[in-house]
């Protein structure tokens, strides 16, 4: 299946002032974000990738062109050529379409559309969240739904903050945890049909628009998770995952288990 990556956002809450990178350009280990989630979904098998460019594109593109596979696999050096005992990318098809500088999520998809004729069902990941949910479970759930145009990934909220419950009367009736509440929030995964494009009117939102109004209709199902699941929209988050890939705790990269890496200093491949 093809996978559509947007990665056009500006990232605001990540910017240090000092850098122009895109948000899913923030390197987590030797790699950006981009390039993690791009490496799951190849894990299990696709590989056919549409980047929406937008706000610091050429980094995108100019990262792709220059892009050292022994970065982030075993190599031999012999008589000064490279011989890769494993590769990243070799067998990836990537293409790169500017959506606009400030185009909303479901305007990007939307001048993408063409490259998606006779794509049944599709693949879209905002590229800045890592997780170790399976998406071919993800995928089978959703073609055995055919009235469904459209499923995300719903996991538990993330954020620390408790809820209030107040009277008339301003006093505090009770404290609730949000984590421990019956909540779910969208996880940046999804599975698309076509169908998704009769929803997106110009200039639309994918989530707030499109999506919303499916939900009304009964026609957006949901994918529950509750393993790892790790955004990456602030600067503390970005230090988590750091923290956690030194430690060579990397429960989003599967495909390390199936090489037989352990270990920090294996830990880039």
Same mark, same amino acid.
């Given at each position: 299946?093809?996978?559509?990556?947007?990665?056009?956002?500006?990232?605001?809450?990540?910017?240090?002032?000092?850098?122009?990178?895109?948000?899913?350009?923030?390197?987590?280990?030797?790699?950006?974000?981009?390039?993690?989630?791009?490496?799951?979904?190849?894990?299990?098998?696709?590989?056919?990738?549409? +980047?929406?460019?937008?706000?610091?594109?050429?980094?995108?593109?100019?990262?792709?062109?220059?892009?050292?596979?022994?970065?982030?696999?075993?190599?031999?050096?012999?008589?000064?050529?490279?011989? +890769?005992?494993?590769?990243?990318?070799?067998?990836?098809?990537?293409?790169?379409?500017?959506?606009?500088?400030?185009?909303?999520?479901?305007?990007?998809?939307?001048?993408?559309?063409?490259?998606?004729?006779?794509? #049944?069902?599709?693949?879209?990941?905002?590229?800045?969240? +890592?997780?170790?949910?399976?998406?071919?479970?993800?995928?089978?759930?959703?073609?055995?739904?055919?009235?469904?145009?459209?499923? +995300?990934?719903?996991?538990?909220?993330?954020?620390?903050?408790?809820?209030?419950?107040?009277? #008339?009367?301003?006093?505090?009736?009770?404290?609730?945890?949000?984590?421990?509440?019956?909540?779910?929030?969208?996880?940046?995964?999804?599975?698309?049909?076509?169908?998704?494009?009769?929803?997106?009117?110009?200039?639309?939102?994918?989530?707030?628009?499109?999506?919303?109004?499916?939900?009304? #209709?009964?026609?957006?199902?949901?994918?529950?998770?509750?393993?790892?699941?790790?955004?990456?929209?602030?600067?503390?988050?970005?230090?988590?995952?750091?923290?956690?890939?030194?430690?060579?705790?990397?429960?989003?990269?599967?495909?390390?288990?199936?090489?037989?890496?352990?270990?920090?200093?294996?830990?880039?491949?």
């Amino acid at each position: 299946m093809k996978v559509v990556l947007f990665c056009g956002g500006y990232g605001m809450r990540m910017r240090d002032g000092a850098s122009d990178l895109p948000k899913p350009m923030v390197p987590v280990g030797p790699r950006p974000l981009l390039w993690h989630v791009m490496r799951y979904y190849a894990h299990y098998g696709h590989k056919d990738f549409i +980047l929406c460019l937008g706000y610091g594109g050429h980094h995108i593109k100019q990262y792709f062109l220059d892009y050292q596979e022994t970065g982030s696999n075993d190599f031999v050096l012999h008589g000064g050529e490279v011989r +890769l005992l494993t590769s990243d990318i070799s067998d990836w098809s990537i293409t790169f379409v500017d959506t606009g500088l400030a185009s909303p999520i479901g305007e990007r998809l939307r001048r993408v559309r063409r490259l998606l004729e006779g794509e #049944e069902m599709f693949l879209a990941n905002y590229a800045d969240v +890592l997780t170790d949910a399976p998406i071919d479970a993800m995928v089978d759930q959703f073609a055995a739904n055919p009235d469904a145009v459209g499923q +995300l990934l719903a996991v538990p909220p993330q954020a620390a903050f408790h809820v209030v419950e107040v009277d #008339e009367g301003n006093r505090i009736e009770a404290i609730t945890a949000l984590k421990d509440m019956r909540l779910q929030e969208n996880g940046g995964y999804l599975v698309l049909r076509q169908e998704v494009f009769d929803y997106l009117p110009e200039n639309s939102d994918l989530v707030a628009d499109a999506c919303a109004v499916l939900a009304k #209709e009964g026609r957006l199902a949901a994918y529950s998770y509750s393993g790892f699941w790790q955004p990456a929209d602030t600067v503390k988050e970005r230090v988590a995952l750091e923290t956690m890939y030194q430690a060579g705790d990397t429960p989003w990269m599967p495909w390390r288990a199936d090489e037989g890496i352990g270990g920090v200093a294996a830990s880039v491949g």
